[in-house]
């Protein structure tokens, strides 16, 4: 079971997942003293969720603990959607209209970060390249019943494999590692990082 501490560590690294941090800087990050997050982050490297390099610095563990990570993504979300109503309603509905066991719905960008937006970037990954065109037709329609614009990206777990094999290349899998919100599939997100990285 995690502390609300160790939650609190690990939403950091969820966060940003191309990132390494000192604990240091995850203390700063926090504001908590530095021995309860040196004792909360030894637990951590202990149980696997976060791995050192040889210079000391931690990153998420992304090969495995898939339900953890999963449910540290979950928390996230549910906290930055609580206060947008809006985005909210629009997910909800969206997640009742896509009737699939496997995809992953996130949203990346400015709206992770930021109060005020415009317009919202959506990635969903579906396993099969069929059903990128319904997927995007369902997002869209209920997109229209909402003030904000959207922005929407619907591509296989290939082209995935295929995004994130180019660590260097500007592209929307790369960039929402550093910045998204996983409203659904955390799992399956997890596994194709993993899958794709070995």
Do not use: W
């Amino acid at each position: 079971m995690l502390t609300k501490t160790q939650v609190g560590i690990l939403k950091i690294f969820a966060s940003k997942i191309n990132k390494q941090f000192s604990i240091n800087e995850i203390a700063n990050i926090l504001k908590k003293p530095y021995p309860l997050i040196h004792s909360s982050i030894k637990r951590l490297l202990e149980e696997g969720l976060i791995i050192s390099d040889e210079r000391k610095l931690l990153s998420i563990n992304y090969s495995k603990n898939f339900p953890e990570l999963a449910f540290i993504e979950s928390q996230r979300a549910k906290e930055r959607l609580s206060k947008q109503k809006s985005v909210s309603l629009f997910i909800e509905d969206c997640l009742n209209e896509i009737k699939k066991d496997f995809f992953v719905f996130l949203i990346f960008g400015s709206f992770v970060e930021k109060n005020s937006f415009r317009d919202i970037d959506i990635l969903i990954i579906t396993d099969k390249k069929e059903d990128i065109g319904k997927i995007e037709k369902i997002i869209s329609n209920i997109g229209s019943n909402f003030s904000f614009k959207l922005d929407l990206n619907v591509i296989s777990t290939e082209s995935a494999y295929e995004m994130l094999l180019k660590r260097e290349q500007l592209n929307t899998l790369n960039e929402s590692l550093n910045k998204h919100l996983i409203v659904f599939g955390g799992e399956n997100y997890y596994r194709i990082i993993k899958n794709a990285r070995r």
